[in-house]
Every structure is written in C-alpha cells, then in structure tokens.
C-alpha cells in the first residue's frame, strides 16, 4: 500500500507513513493512494479506503486518511502528528431517521479508536446526515439518505493502529458485522446500537 508523500521528509514522519503498510485490515476494506494536501502542514500523506462486502463490487462506505506532520508541533494539536479522516455512507432510510444516529456513529469512531489500542488525544469531529430527493433525468434512487463524518485527532507514531480504528468505522458505517459474526438485519443492528443511549 503506498500514497501521496513528500519522500524527504524527516525520520519520524517517515516511519509515521510506513507503518501505515502494517495495518491489520479486514478483508472487505480496501486501501489506495491518494494525493495529500499541500497547505495543511510541511508534510503530509493521505491515503483512501473502501468497503465492499463480501461477494459484492459496490461500495457501501469510503473515506479518507490523512496524517499531517510538523516537527515543530502545534500547540492546538498537542504534537507533532495529526490525523484527518472522512468518511461517508449510504444509509437505510429508517435508520437515517433515528434522532439518535448522530451519537451513535460518532461512538464507532472512539470505541473503534479504544478498541485499536492506538493512542490519541485531542479528539474533534462532526457527523452529518443528510437527504436528497432526486428529481426529473437524474440517474439513481428518488431518495438518498447519506451519513459523513468529519474528525481529526493527534495521533501517536502506531499509524497502522489509527488506519485500523478508522476502518473499524467504515466497517460499521458500512452495517459490516464484528468479524466471524452472521449479519443481522441492520436496521435491528443499529437498535441495539442505540438501546444505552434511551432513558
């Protein structure tokens, strides 16, 4: 796996990108290159992910990595290394009308951060969910129902257990039981996501 970089960048940053090959992820997610952006800090590297159920060629959740670095540190983020993630998915229409979802998707990011074992701080983000109604000569489904999630956290050097994390995320956006798990319906998946959140 290889994505956009500056090559000479220092050591740390280095190692930071290369342990980002030793990632454990399962076998519905794929990774490629992307082009990291330039202007967000003196180095970066950004890389894609996408899941695909097993037995399936469309997509059901994808997203973006990118870890930023500066070896001066920034005092908003507390380091040196910063990670920027996005994601999006479709979703079914009863479970995007779940007042809950907001709370919901957002604990798949930080238990599948706790879960990882990665260290991390500073943690900010937003989920949005969103609907559209396509109307005349569009191609696609009359109704959309869309989840994204935006976060950035400041990330220790064990990379390849922040990229983990994030594909723990995709994996439950994307309705993907735990693996070795038979898939329940997922609108029921989603309930009993949400049960600790009624009082």
């Known amino acids: ?12 940053f280095r190692r930071a990108v290369s342990r980002l090959a030793l990632a454990r992820l399962r076998r519905e997610i794929e990774v490629g290159p992307l082009p990291a952006p330039a202007r967000l800090a003196p180095y970066s590297h950004a ?3 996408a899941v695909y159920p097993a037995g399936s060629e469309e997509e059901t959740a994808s997203g973006r990595l990118v870890l930023l670095f500066d070896p001066d540190g920034v005092p908003a983020w507390g380091g040196e290394l910063r990670i920027v993630a996005f994601a999006t998915c479709e979703l079914d229409a009863e479970i995007a009308q779940d007042p809950l979802l907001p709370e919901v998707a957002w604990s ?3 238990e599948s951060l706790e879960a990882s074992g990665a260290g991390y701080s500073a943690l900010g983000g937003t989920v949005t969910a969103t609907c559209s109604t396509r109307f005349g000569d569009i191609a696609g489904p009359q109704r959309a129902d869309d989840l994204e999630m935006r ?3 400041t990330a220790d050097e064990h990379t390849d257990l922040h990229l983990q994390a994030f594909a723990g995320f995709l994996a439950a956006a994307a309705g993907l039981p ?3 798990v038979t898939l329940l319906q997922r609108a029921d998946a989603f309930a009993a996501r949400t049960d600790r959140y009624d009082s």
């Open 47 to 49: 890389v894609s992910a």
């Open 178 to 180: 735990p693996e070795g």
């Open 108 to 110: 798949w990011l930080t």
């Open 151 to 153: 976060a950035s956290w």
């Open 1 to 12: 796996m290889t994505g956009s970089m500056t090559t000479a960048g220092p050591a740390a």
